[in-house]
């Protein structure tokens, strides 16, 4: 089974940083795509940005200049520098990536159990 698991959430002030990571394990053979997703309270979850196996990454209008986005590929870790954060950044955010478990099988999304990301103004 492959797991992921996330850390650095937390409660920071305006205009401050956090780090998020995510951590994937378990039967693995390749990851293509590890990206973050948001859901804030009574809304729909959201893409706050992506990264491609080769290092490429998008962002969601919301975030381009505040947030980056990177990861290891040797430690199948994806991890989210957020700064100058803002109170509408709050939500709970969730670390998604498509693994292939086994050569010759379709690649599957998999889910973090997510982290809450609080924003005092």
């Known amino acids: 089974q492959v797991r992921l698991v996330e850390s650095g959430g937390g409660l920071v002030q305006a205009g401050g940083s956090l780090i998020l990571s995510c951590a994937a394990s378990g039967s693995i053979f390749s990851i293509n795509d590890m990206g973050w997703y948001r859901q804030a309270a009574g809304k729909q979850r959201e893409l706050v940005a992506i990264?491609?196996?080769?290092?490429?990454?998008n962002y969601a209008d919301s975030v381009k200049g505040r947030f980056t986005i990177s990861r290891d590929n040797a430690k199948n870790t994806v991890h989210l520098q957020m700064n100058s954060l803002k109170p509408e950044d709050t939500a709970v955010y969730y670390c998604?990536?498509?693994?292939?478990?086994?050569?010759?099988?379709?690649?599957?999304?998999?889910w973090g159990q997510g982290t809450q990301v609080t924003v005092s103004s």
């Open positions: 998604n990536a498509m693994i292939k478990q086994f050569f010759g099988v379709r690649t599957t999304a998999y």
């Open positions: 990264i491609t196996s080769g290092g490429s990454s």
